[in-house]
């Protein structure tokens, strides 16, 4: 158990939809990034929040937006959803401020189905 | 250009066998960080190991070694005695900047 977690598990929406889901870091931990995992391209880089504020972006649709709280959970919102979008959302969190000695601990996923 | 190349796309072992997963990388940022992670099949990526750049001896922990070749920019995970618990996929990564990229990623099976 890596101390992070993730909900919810699955999600299964239609086209067009928009969802939410939800990341609570490891006890300490300030950084959130979020990652998409799918078939075809892999694990990809969204975004990466550090105590409340957008640290750094990656490849990132404009129809997927995140925040992270005060209280250090961060949440993905993804809407207009297309078929594309299903892959497994992960979660990860670290100590630092993102300098590469840091290594992120991962939540377990959030399995997302566009039918 | 592949920032993460592993070319290994599966591998399969006999069971108590050591066992070396490739991985090279590029950059031309003298501090980055590179690290393994293991995702089983139940999807979870789990953390195994990190080297820095600036680190002069190869990292260890437990079953787990990575084989630095800075020249070559090569970080190479070797396990020792494998087990059929080792099953999964293993994908390297490297920390330059705020980005953590990812390779494809190596299909490890373990047969009995």
């Known amino acids: 158990d890596s101390g992070v977690t993730q909900t919810p598990k699955h999600l299964i929406t239609a086209t067009g939809q928009r969802v939410t889901l939800r990341c609570s870091p490891r006890s300490g931990d300030l950084s959130v990034y979020w990652y998409q995992q799918s078939l075809d391209q892999g694990l990809q880089f969204l975004i990466q929040y550090y105590n409340g504020e957008e640290r750094a972006k990656g490849n990132i649709l404009e129809r997927f937006s995140a925040q992270q709280f005060p209280d250090l959970h961060s949440e993905l919102n993804l809407s207009s959803l297309e078929l594309g979008d299903s892959a497994l959302y992960f979660c990860a969190s670290s100590a630092g401020d993102g300098s590469p000695a840091y290594e992120q601990y991962f939540g377990p996923g959030t399995r997302l189905t566009v039918t | ?112």
């Open chain 2, 1 to 112: 250009a592949q920032k993460i190349t592993q070319t290994q796309p599966g591998m399969f072992v006999q069971e108590k066998e050591a066992v070396t997963l490739d991985c090279t990388y590029d950059t031309s940022d003298p501090s980055y960080g590179l690290f393994w992670y293991k995702q089983p099949s139940s999807g979870e990526m789990i953390f195994l190991i990190y080297q820095g750049s600036y680190d002069q001896q190869n990292a260890t922990e437990g079953r787990y070694s990575l084989n630095f070749q800075k020249a070559r920019k090569s970080a190479n995970l070797v396990i020792s005695a494998s087990q059929l618990g080792d099953s999964a996929m293993y994908f390297c990564a490297m920390r330059e900047g705020l980005e953590l990229v990812f390779g494809q990623g190596t299909r490890l099976t373990i047969n009995p």
